[in-house]
């Protein structure tokens, strides 16, 4: 792919930047990209937030964050990196706060004699976005500086709150921003695992001819955390698990898995399979509305911004299906904690067992199926389980596995959020979602969302597979 604004002047402004994505992901991605030389030269990442902080207090705060990282990069690229940070403190609700902000990047331009590509990164509670939005317009900042440089944004997920909020949050931003300058960020769709399963349904001759219906019992996408919210307690009152991974993670998953071959790598042929799917969810039922589970683990309650009698979810499981000729009558099973007795993500394909000379049975009388799954976390792998032939006199059979793990290889293994933040300077949105995706989304989901309201969710005990069913 050609870089071809890679080595013009950028700055890049992260609002939100004391918040826990920049701190835990943003920071130590730049610096990642920065120290392997994938910044433009001339780049400088502008920190925006209400807290009061000196530039040098700033970058003190991120190397404290990227210290966690334990550096992979000689001291001297580090310095460099951090020599790029600069602060700017502000409230994003107050109207005054954009037009200071234009004149702060102007000087930042000066300074450098540059007319800088500007990427809004907007890492902040969803409810900000709006205000956002309309002051970045009307203020000029999403005006390039010059006709031949750009201006994106960013923005993280959950975008919206429910189908209406999230069609009128996004008919705001289209009415103000350029398509081709709208990035809208779901991390799993950069993630190695994720981009995998597209390279390895369409270049293996082995499993496209039997990935439908026919030959697939069910197909089970689980995001268990063992960890609680920790200090998102704010956040996770607003959103809860449904919007927070399932919205997007799990369903961007879904869409991996069940898209057609797109036939090109381009951007739109990718897009529009995922559209496809994401628009073929069939609606649940009020019998299955009523069957999904609303679970949260038992100490949510007494985390720190937790109402006391939060009705929250920290847990969901539902089953979907999608209205289209490959996967009719298909289970998609999808589940989602936090407080989990594990960590893990991952995707598993059940084959439909079959009838042969060796019977559909093992010795133990279980009915063999073969199982693909792969895997995000704890380690981004590619497990498959076969059936082989036991020692001995008889032909009865056990269960083994071929397995593939990323970690193993030499090179290092990128953060999807690298790879976000390259392409967003890129200008390639192959790994971002579509306001159609974002709709079609939401679309299902808000039903479940509507049916849970105040409903309280089955309470389970903090580091189990969650709510007894
Ligand atoms: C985020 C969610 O989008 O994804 C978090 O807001 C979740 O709640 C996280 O923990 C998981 O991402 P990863 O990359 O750590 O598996």
Redesign the pocket.
Same mark, same amino acid.
């Given at each position: 792919m050609a870089f071809s604004s890679h080595s013009e002047p950028l700055t890049i402004i992260i609002f939100g930047a004391t918040g826990d994505?920049s701190r835990t992901?943003l920071l130590a991605a730049l610096m990642d990209l920065s120290c392997s030389g994938c910044l433009p030269a001339d780049t400088r990442i502008v920190g925006v937030a209400r807290k009061e902080l000196t530039d040098e207090e700033f970058q003190a705060m991120a190397r404290k964050a990227i210290d966690r990282k334990a550096h992979e990069h000689p001291p001297e690229r580090v310095e460099e990196y951090l020599a790029r940070l600069r602060y700017l403190s502000g409230d994003f609700t107050e109207y005054e706060m954009y037009p200071m902000m234009a004149q702060y990047l102007q000087a930042q331009d000066a300074e450098r004699g540059v007319c800088s590509n500007k990427l809004y990164y907007l890492s902040v509670q969803p409810s900000l976005y709006e205000p956002i939005f309309e002051q970045l317009a009307h203020s000029g900042l999403s005006i390039p500086c010059a006709g031949v440089s750009w201006v994106r944004i960013a923005v993280?997920?959950p975008f919206g709150h429910d189908s209406e909020s999230a069609a009128q949050l996004d008919q705001k931003l289209t009415a103000l921003f350029a398509e081709e300058q709208i990035f809208r960020i779901?991390?799993?769709l950069a993630?190695e695992a994720m981009e995998n399963i597209i390279v390895f349904r369409f270049s293996n001759a082995l499993f496209e001819p039997s990935w439908n219906a026919e030959h697939i019992e069910s197909v089970h996408i689980r995001?268990l955390?063992p960890?609680g919210?920790g200090s998102?307690g704010n956040?996770?009152e607003d @959103?809860g698990?449904l919007r927070? @991974?399932g919205q997007?993670?799990l369903l961007q998953m879904l869409a991996f898995v069940a898209m057609d071959d797109p036939k090109s790598l381009a951007a739109d042929a990718i897009r529009a399979e995922r559209e496809k799917v994401l628009g073929a969810l069939v609606p649940l039922s009020p019998d299955e509305l009523a069957s999904v589970v609303k679970g949260q683990y038992a100490s949510y309650r007494t985390e720190a911004d937790v109402a006391e009698d939060s009705t929250i979810e920290t847990y969901f499981t539902l089953t979907t299906h999608l209205d289209l000729p490959r996967w009719r009558g298909v289970p998609f099973v999808l589940e989602a904690g936090?407080g989990m007795h594990e960590h893990r993500?991952d995707i598993t394909i059940v084959f439909k067992p079959i009838d042969s000379c060796i019977g559909s049975k093992d010795a133990s009388d279980e009915v063999r199926k073969n199982r693909l799954t792969f895997t995000?976390?704890p380690e981004e792998s590619i497990t498959l389980t076969f059936f082989a032939k036991k020692r001995g006199f008889s032909m009865a059979t056990e269960e083994k596995t071929f397995s593939f793990n990323y970690a193993e290889g030499t090179e290092r293994l990128r953060d999807?959020y690298e790879k976000l933040l390259l392409d967003c300077i890129r200008g390639d949105q192959t790994l971002f979602t579509t306001g159609k995706e974002v709709a079609a989304a939401w679309r299902y989901i808000t039903p479940i969302l509507r049916h849970w309201h105040n409903r309280e969710p089955v309470i389970y005990e903090d580091n189990t597979p969650g709510p007894a069913r």
């Open positions: 994505l992901k993280e997920k779901d991390h799993y993630k995001f955390e960890n919210i998102r956040f996770y @959103v698990a927070d @991974v997007n993670h936090k993500i995000m976390q999807a």
